[in-house]
């Protein structure tokens, strides 16, 4: 505790010398990020991270999953999907982030995943729950253990494995931009279901925000 009067003086004269002042979006260890709209206003979605740029969308005000994406080169604004899909660049100074804390790896967090031809969907509920829905038939996995991420690669590649029965899928997660037709979202995802048949490997994209 002695040292906390210094370090409350170097903050504010910091803020004095450069107008800095902290901010959970620069502190956030790491993209893709889960925000909600603040400031009690709609926000608009710009084609390119400039003020002048043109609307392509919306953010409803009450919006409280929007998955950030990628950050412009100063850092003042995010890569979303706008209401209707429209992908574009939003002020963060218009959101404010749900859940800064870095985690152990992405499955600790509320995924939804998905990927056509064929059509599948795939949700990772941060307790451990898992249900994927495929060639017509739902079924919930239990994870055989904890996820776990590629001690080298940083924030990089991550995979997950669980079983139903003599089913079992192994999910491989990489946090980076994934641009179906329909939108931009956080992760690509790998999928390899094993069964008694031929094992069937299938690919698509994830998001923090419900679909």
Known sequence: MKHLPKFIAFWGMLVV???????????RAYIPGLFKVAGGKVQNVRK??????EIVGTLALDRKSVEVVALSEDREW???????????WVSLQGLEQVAPDPVATDFERDLYCFGGEPFWTLVSIAN?????????ETVEYKRSFAP????????????????????????????????????VFGFHFDLLRRSKGAP????????????
């Open 148 to 183: 776990l991420r590629a001690q080298n690669r940083g924030f990089g590649q991550q995979v997950m494995v669980a079983g139903a029965g003599k089913v079992e899928i192994t999910g491989f997660l990489m946090p980076q931009q994934c641009r179906p037709l329909e939108g």
């Open 48 to 53: 390119s991270p400039d003020a002048a740029s």
């Open 128 to 136: 451990g729950g898992i249900t994927l829905s495929y060639e017509g």
């Open 17 to 27: 010398l450069t107008g800095f002042i902290p901010n959970t979006v620069w502190a």
């Open 200 to 211: 069937v490997l299938l690919s698509g994209c994830c998001t923090l925000g419900e679909m």
């Open 78 to 88: 995010g890569l979303v999907n706008s209401d209707d899909l429209s992908i574009g």
